[in-house]
Nanobody
Framework: QVQLVESGGGLVQAGGSLRLSCTASGIIFIINNMGWYRQAPGKQRELVARISSGGNINYLDSVKGRFTISRANAKNTVYLEMNTLKPEDTANYYC???????????WGRGTQVTVSS
């Protein structure tokens, strides 16, 4: 059974930092592209950051320079370091795995990030 379990969300003041973690089980982590998405109330889910199985990284323009995605293959874990948080970063953050060959993908249940002004 595949599970993606996110942690690290919470309430933080603007300008603060949080570190999200997502630990996967039931997949061959090293051959999966991993991504962090977010969805705010009334808005569509959007890709925040993605790290491929080969280590290529992409970011949403609005988080460039503030967020850093990384992965620890030995721990089956992907991280999202979020600095200089803004109220507009408030959303439920979801972890996604995407098999690099079959593109079978899975989602975590999400972790809430709330940034107060």
């Amino acid at each position: 059974q595949v599970q993606l379990v996110e942690s690290g969300g919470g309430l933080v003041q603007a300008g603060g930092s949080l570190r999200l973690s997502c630990t996967a089980s039931g997949i061959i982590f090293i051959i999966n592209n991993m991504g962090w998405y977010r969805q705010a109330p009334g808005k569509q889910r959007e890709l925040v950051a993605r790290i491929s199985s080969g280590g290529n990284i992409n970011y949403l323009d609005s988080v460039k320079g503030r967020f850093t995605i990384s992965r620890a293959n030995a721990k089956n874990t992907v991280y999202l370091e979020m600095n200089t948080l803004k109220p507009e970063d408030t959303a439920n953050y979801y972890c996604n795995s995407d098999h690099s060959i079959t593109h079978r993908n899975y989602w975590g249940r999400g972790t809430q990030v709330t940034v107060s002004s």
